[in-house]
């Protein structure tokens, strides 16, 4: 079985540059999590979806962020205009549903703002 | 709000030693997760406890959950150096997990 697959896995932009990154979730998986994770700290969740609801995004930053996912299955985040504080790991994980599920992890994209 | 406390967050440890790496919050939780972490990828999952008293065990790993103490153990039993890796607990709150900061656990030969 396919895991949960992101693209790209590095990139590297200038400050002020739009960049955005695409998740595939497991097959069957409901739920979708975007994760930022900087550097030696644990995921910190940006946006969940329930199909194709967005249903808890109380912590992306709304203003330079914006995610959506489309049909409910793959989802892209975007971030326009980047900035240096920007630069980290983004995670996207799946799952079957909410709360007991296992969250599976994809190898995350690795964004570097210069 | 949620806070989630790992404990320590560096550990360096001969191999074939035992320890163990703690996890405190600071709310009610149903329920608690283990991940590993190696350098340069992503997480993968080790446990889920679901319950208060719950112990599982997979190899040299054995995790624990004490729901009435908020605190969650993950026991290392004869490491070995392929145990080298961050990991990180995470509870669950509503529909979501939040996570601690890691512990970068080092086996040395």
């Known amino acids: 079985e396919a895991g949960v697959v992101q693209s790209p896995r590095y990139k590297i932009i200038e400050k002020k540059q739009p960049v955005a990154f695409w998740c595939n979730p497991i097959s069957g998986h409901n739920t979708l999590y975007w994760y930022l994770q900087n550097l030696g700290q644990g995921p910190e969740l940006l946006i969940r979806y329930e199909n194709e609801e967005a249903v808890d995004d109380s912590q992306l930053p709304k203003d330079r962020f914006s995610a959506e996912r489309l049909k409910g299955v793959d989802s892209t985040l975007k971030i326009q205009p980047a900035e240096l504080g920007d630069s980290a790991v983004y995670l996207c994980?799946?799952?079957?549903?909410?709360?007991?599920?296992?969250?599976?992890f994809g190898p995350g994209t690795r964004l570097l703002v210069l | 709000e949620l806070k989630v406390e790992q404990n320590p967050l560096f550990l360096s440890m001969q191999e074939g030693k035992n320890y163990t790496i703690y996890c405190n919050y600071s709310t009610t939780s149903d329920r608690l997760y283990w991940y590993r972490q190696d350098p340069g990828k992503s997480l993968e999952s080790l446990f889920v406890?679901?319950?208060?008293?719950a112990v599982k065990q997979e190899g040299r790993l054995m995790a624990s959950l004490d729901t009435k103490a908020r605190l969650s153990t993950l026991h290392i039993t004869a490491a070995v150096h392929d145990l080298s890796a961050t990991y990180f607990c995470?509870?669950?709150?509503?529909?979501?997990?939040?996570f601690g900061a890691g512990t970068r656990l080092t086996v040395k030969p």
């Open positions: 995470a509870v669950g709150i509503y529909n979501d997990m939040r």
């Open positions: 406890l679901l319950s208060n008293g």
């Open positions: 994980a799946s799952s079957p549903g909410p709360r007991q599920e296992t969250q599976y």
